[in-house]
């Protein structure tokens, strides 16, 4: 009999300090991200960043409130990025901030509004991690045994893109292994295959490591095949 899961919000009931988030550093259109913990605060972060001078951008696309912010899910930031300069999480943590730097190329601004301190994402970092991505996705070319990662988790369960992404790589034998808690261990029984795509939580690329081969995940994979030629004359 499966395991009932039920989700509950931890919210931060406790007052923020606010006073140390410096708006002058911050660029004049301002997107902003937080976590669950802090929504109930967004309001008052709005209003702080308005009475500086700053225009704010809030939004949602899957995810239940607006400004929220899932470690694997973007979705909120990818929706205004055209319309904003930058972006301030504002939580505690580098996890969640940097899932925005690496998929939106954009400054992002870091308030943590429990110890009072601001930073700011390492672009260096940003770009080591974008330069691996992109090596994985050279070496998905080249391979020809492919191993398709698959979640059976509520939200990250891509098995139809997973079959779709089979049929389209006709020249290659690919293999479907679904799974509900990855386990890095099991990974090494299959040596045959050159290279895996994870169609799950994006953010497993951050144990690109724990693997023997390389990892692509198949947002870089949908976002390569919609890149276009454009044809140049020549004499």
Partial sequence: ????????????????????????????????????QFLNHVDEIKQFLKDSGKEVYVDRMRQKYEGQL???DQGGAEKIKDNVD????????????????????????????????????????VKRYNLKRKGAYLKFLEADEIGILV?????????????????QLKGKNCYIFAFDTLDFSQIENFPFIQCWVNTACNRILDDYSKFPRPLVDLSDIEKMQKVEMIPIKTK
């Fill in 151 to 167: 979640s059976l988790k509520p939200g990250q369960n891509n098995f139809r893109k997973a079959v779709e992404l089979k049929q």
């Fill in 1 to 36: 009999m499966p395991m009932k899961i039920m989700m509950v919000e931890g919210r931060y009931t406790g007052p923020i300090d606010l006073s140390r988030l410096d708006t002058k550093l911050l660029p004049k259109k301002i997107g902003l991200a937080t976590t669950v």
């Fill in 86 to 125: 930058a972006f301030l999480y504002v939580g505690t943590g580098v996890f969640h901030p940097l899932g925005i730097a690496i998929n939106i190329d954009k400054e992002v601004f870091c308030y943590d509004p429990i110890h009072s301190t601001m930073s700011k994402v390492d672009q260096d970092q």
């Fill in 70 to 72: 899932l470690g694997c």
